[in-house]
């Protein structure tokens, strides 16, 4: 086994998704003790050839390839081409099925039975899986998830949704994020980073983190909360915590579309602070997760986001506008510090932030142990792939993984 398919979102716009990458490849060239060549689908081959150490061959999937995001002939020719397929990220769930511009549930759903009839090799990479609320939606699942070498999951709510739908698939393992492994930047580097957002050696700061979709995906369902609500309403809870802490606040965006929701808040912000703004655009992964784990505290609505900040150790706090927000922080045994969007208000935001403050040092406390055990948990997907290039039984390769 030489060559791997990833399929996920690889769009370059994200930050988040930028790390898992890394955490998959990193990890995986680490247990095989050597560099693999990853084909990547994705719209952004530029991003791909920049971004990695690794051996990449970025595969592009715009309309002139005959693509429609996922769903086309690029990706089809990569996983018959390469020795294995693997799955990462959170791409596993039935909002607009079959839009293959937005989900790729469906576009998965079509091409992996015919890797599979090749005889390829298929699995899922510490992935998060739904929400999946549609029949049609739970049978393409199921169906997929039956086919794979093996599952690893980031979550017992992904592990259990798996087992919900009826996958009788014996190969699946709660793992943890394969972002929780990448390597930030250096300490120089983010030092320079800092003062050039002017914020120097030692000042505490708020990291704050949002994005465009608000509570438009919170469970349960909700009327939604309108985007002058939610600048409103966190905007005064802001300054009012800068105000009691004499914080500065630095704005992070992890996804290049949060930035004018993030702009639109930072102008709501107490004029006379220091408020600044850094993001992905400009800034790796990398740097990202070193400029979080700074921080005095990270209030983040973005999964990856608490992920990056809290694997640097830099104490964290979230708004969950997704399940997965909620269960990341219940995998930390931090499950009261992430707040449902029913307690979205300006006293429910300001009490949420003020406990995170006090509590930040107890909080790193609990990453402090937490997040080694996560890091390792999140390599026993990449001791599989590695059973796999050796060409040892995935069988009896599983249940050593599991046991140990």
């Known amino acids: 086994m030489e060559t791997v398919t990833l399929l996920g979102s690889s769009s370059g716009r994200n930050a988040g998704d930028a790390a898992l990458m890394s955490g998959v490849m990193d990890t995986v060239d680490a247990a095989c003790e050597k560099q693999l060549l990853y084909e990547i689908p994705t719209i952004n081959k530029r991003f791909v050839r920049a971004s990695y150490a690794n051996r990449t061959r970025p595969i592009g999937m715009m309309p002139w390839n005959l693509s429609l995001k996922m769903f086309g002939l690029p990706t089809y020719r990569s996983i018959m081409r390469t020795d294995l397929t693997l799955l990462f990220d959170a791409i596993l769930f039935d909002r607009s099925l079959y839009n293959p511009l937005f989900n790729f549930l469906s576009t998965l759903y079509c091409l992996l039975p015919l890797a599979r009839k090749r005889g390829k090799r298929l699995g899922c990479f510490n992935?998060?899986?739904?929400?999946?609320?549609?029949?049609?939606?739970?049978?393409?699942?199921?169906?997929?998830?039956?086919?794979?070498?093996?599952?690893?999951?980031?979550?017992?709510?992904?592990?259990?949704?798996?087992?919900?739908?009826g996958v009788d698939n014996p190969r699946i393992l709660l793992a943890a994020d394969a972002a929780v492994n990448v390597v930030p930047s250096t300490p120089d580097r983010v030092d320079h980073i800092l003062r050039g957002v002017g914020i120097h050696s030692g000042q505490e700061f708020l990291a704050i983190n949002i994005n465009k979709y608000l509570d438009t995906w919170a469970r349960p369902r909700r009327n939604?909360?309108?985007k002058d609500r939610f600048l409103a309403v966190y905007?005064?809870?802001?300054?009012?915590?800068?105000?009691?802490?004499?914080?500065?606040v630095l704005f992070v965006t992890t996804q290049h579309h949060d930035v004018p929701i993030t702009k639109a808040l930072m102008a709501k912000i107490d004029c006379s602070r220091h408020v600044a703004h850094l993001g992905n655009i400009d800034y790796s992964h990398y740097d990202i997760k070193g400029v979080l784990g700074r921080a005095s505290l990270l209030f983040a609505m973005r999964l990856h986001a608490s992920i990056l900040g809290s694997s640097a150790l830099g104490p964290v706090i979230g708004l969950a506008y997704q399940p997965k927000v909620e269960f990341y922080f219940n995998s930390l045994g931090l499950s009261d510090y992430s707040l449902s969007f029913d307690e979205f208000c300006e006293e429910g935001l300001i009490d949420h932030l003020r406990r995170g403050w006090e509590n930040r040092e107890s909080i790193r406390e609990v990453l402090r142990n937490r997040i080694p055990a996560l890091q390792r948990e999140a390599r026993k997907a990449a001791e599989l792939v590695?059973?796999?290039?050796?060409?040892?039984?995935?069988?009896e390769a599983f249940i050593r993984i599991q046991s140990g």
């Not at 905007?235 to 500065?248: H, M, V, Y």
């Not at 590695?386 to 069988?395: H, L, P």
């Open 386 to 395: 590695a059973c796999i290039y050796r060409g040892e039984d995935v069988n």
């Open 235 to 248: 905007a005064q809870a802001i300054n009012r915590i800068a105000s009691e802490t004499d914080a500065s």
């Open 224 to 226: 939604p909360l309108g």
């Open 127 to 165: 992935v998060g899986a739904g929400p999946v609320d549609t029949s049609h939606g739970r049978k393409m699942l199921r169906e997929i998830a039956e086919q794979m070498d093996f599952i690893t999951v980031r979550d017992q709510e992904s592990y259990e949704i798996f087992k919900d739908i």
